[in-house]
């Protein structure tokens, strides 16, 4: 009862918007299932909203809007933060879902890796100016470090709500110009589990790029979406049957893959990698033995970054992309891992 009040008074005082509210600004995405806008508000609401990004979204919006709702109310700091989302019937091309967030920030994690710059563009944006310390590798493995335990940091929030998010991926992780972290955005494909809501994989929405080799995150033995009540007493077991968070963490390894090798940044470059890895049968130690011997300077680098402090970093990429879900380690797992526990003068003065 204290919850549904709280959740009533909450949705009571938050601002709410309509269609004529808004003034439309640049398209910041375009997808199968929806336009992304930055916007700002009509100029008798104006001042203190700031600029806000608007989502039209076809029916899978409905869910999406739920997934927002919930993350705020129990993560809230590991996606963007969600305005309001409504029902927008008087569109001409019919019913239309419209949600609203917070414009974070001008880049997603996309547009800065695929920067000649990275991952020093990142430093200056995480720590500000003046800091003029030696560049090199040690220095390059610090900030991706600090990227990598931010997005883990979230994703551990969104999985311990019950959520998977089931499109991790550089486009859909968004630098917060004000907290100074990165978040998770495009809770579209989510899934939430305890309670049922969108239970049955949509493979069509997976992006085959960063998507784990399972085919569908819950076992194919549950193939149907139980009444509310029944999956949300169901839902701690068949999570620990099927560990459907691994799925994410999977496309997270793939990240850490992208922040360490330069050649896998690219589209083509990434695809080029998922090939060869199927080739080894997803044993990545098996790949890297069977480059090793034509090992680019640029491949080289990166191995060499991720061999740094006795190999913790190539470790714990080994323990997110495995074959078997149940075999690759937790969001919350990873953040406990050595890898994140050099305390340089830089990992300290970087920590969030
Ligand atoms: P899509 O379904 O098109 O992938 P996303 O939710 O991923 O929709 O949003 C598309 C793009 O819009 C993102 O890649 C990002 O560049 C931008 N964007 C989305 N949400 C925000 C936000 N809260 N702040 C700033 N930019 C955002
Ligand atoms: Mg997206």
Known sequence: WDMFVLAFVERLFRPTFKKDDFVLGKKLGEGAFGVVY???LAK??????GDLVLKKATEYGAVEIWMNERVRRACANSCADFVYGFLESSSKKGAEYWLI???EGESTLADLIQSKEFPYNVESMILGEGQDLPKGLERENKIIQTILRQLLFAL??????GIVHRDIKPQNIIFSEGSRTFKIIDL???TDLRVGINYIPKEFLLDP???APEQYIMSTQTPSAPSAPVAAALSPVLWQLNLPDRFDIYSTG???LQMAFP???SDSGLIQFNRQLKRCDYDLNAWRKSVGPRANADLRRGFELLDLDGGIGWELLTSMVRYKARQRTSAKAALAHPYFDKEGLLALSIMQ
């Open 38 to 40: 930055k916007v700002s």
């Open 44 to 49: 008798k609401n104006s001042g203190k909203e």
């Open 101 to 103: 967030w917070r414009f």
């Open 156 to 161: 551990d929030g969104l999985h311990s709500t």
């Open 188 to 190: 579209g494909a989510a």
């Open 209 to 211: 790029r960063y998507a």
């Open 254 to 256: 793939l990240i850490l």
């Open 263 to 265: 050649s896998f940044r």
